[in-house]
């Protein structure tokens, strides 16, 4: 039996974070994308095989950041070089953070110690792009262009990747804040180059084949960002990026990480110096996967606010109520950011949508209610919102992927009764 009368949970040992990009205890779904790496990205690089780098789209609060950063983790943890993650502000530029992160690497990695004249010479080339950046090109600077001198400090990371039997993870974040077309062309041509690049090596038997560099990229960001490549990079960009815009949780996925405070309770430090076990009743569970619709933020802030709702070994489902009501305003302003930031078009088309029975919600119904003289001229919008920001799902009817933004505009949600 837990003793209800310990101060099990305090603030210091939730196991839920919501909204830092930092890695939760509580982790929820991702299989897919986890095991991408695990089982795909990382063997086939190691192997000397191709393999594309890693897009990851999506709306605010679907842990894009936090997936790659638990990739990251496993990947140090595993012996790789790492970059930390690379967020880049609106306005920044890339090649000069880039530059940067890859100094450190090749500091990792023992390069300024090789006797190579060609490494010593291409380290302090990268110096000059970390601190001058794209204004290198701008002002026609003698020397190749900053894609050039990234590419080559990439490849010579692999080869010495190569020789150590580890791989180099690169993660740069927000990427749709890469306004500037040149700078942003600069950053894909270089990654897309390097995990391209095939080297020369000695295979047993006095073989002398080509093989691809142990190198991994995942970029992080907005839906918008597919847009900006189709525009500037077209086909070069598909050809050496795969793109996954991530959706919702599903809801089997949320009971999956909540089932062992149901099980066995989740052991943490007590306020007596000892450890103990916090329960969770099974309609506490079912009032969290309804409260978060499947959103990975809205989640981690139910599972919080629950947490702080009492101190006791068992979060009851009043206590999730409870939590939540605190936790409204701000589960509200999250949808509400999503929303208000779309095209006027594509939230008529989302408002239309939610006016309608479920099972109305055609094309040809969703653009009569908008006004509109034919389905056709509600098509590309129809198509942006499911392709491009994976906030529908086009069939017979249309339904909500993003399912947080269904119940914001059909229901009282976030409000509980």
Known sequence: MVDKLIAVRTPLNSPFLPGSDSIPAVWAGRTPQLSDWHDVLRPRRLAGLAERGRAILGEAGLGKSTLVRRIARDASAAGDWVTPQLRIPLGADPLKLLASALLALADEAGLPTSRDRRIGALLARIQSVAASGIALTVRQAPGPDPFTVLRDLLIELGRAAIRRGNVVLVHIDEVQNVTNKDALSQVLIALGDAIAHEEPVDAPGGLRITRHLPLAIYLTGLPEFKDMTASRTGATFARRFQTTTLAALDDDDVAAALQPFVIDGWEVPDDLGGMGRVHMEPDAVRAIIDLCRGEPFLFQLAGERAWYAAADGVITRAQVLRGWRAARPEAATH?????????????????????????????????????????????????????????????????????????YLTSDWPDVS
């Open 335 to 407: 949808v509400e950011r999503i929303l208000d930031r779309l095209p006027e078009r594509e939230r008529q088309f989302l408002e239309a949508m939610a006016g309608l029975p479920p099972e109305q919600r055609t094309l040809t119904n969703i653009a009569s209610s908008m006004g509109l003289a034919k389905a056709t001229e509600a098509g590309p919008t129809s198509q942006r919102l499911d392709s491009t920001r994976g906030i529908i799902e086009r069939g017979r009817p249309y339904t909500f992927r993003h399912r947080a933004a269904e119940a």
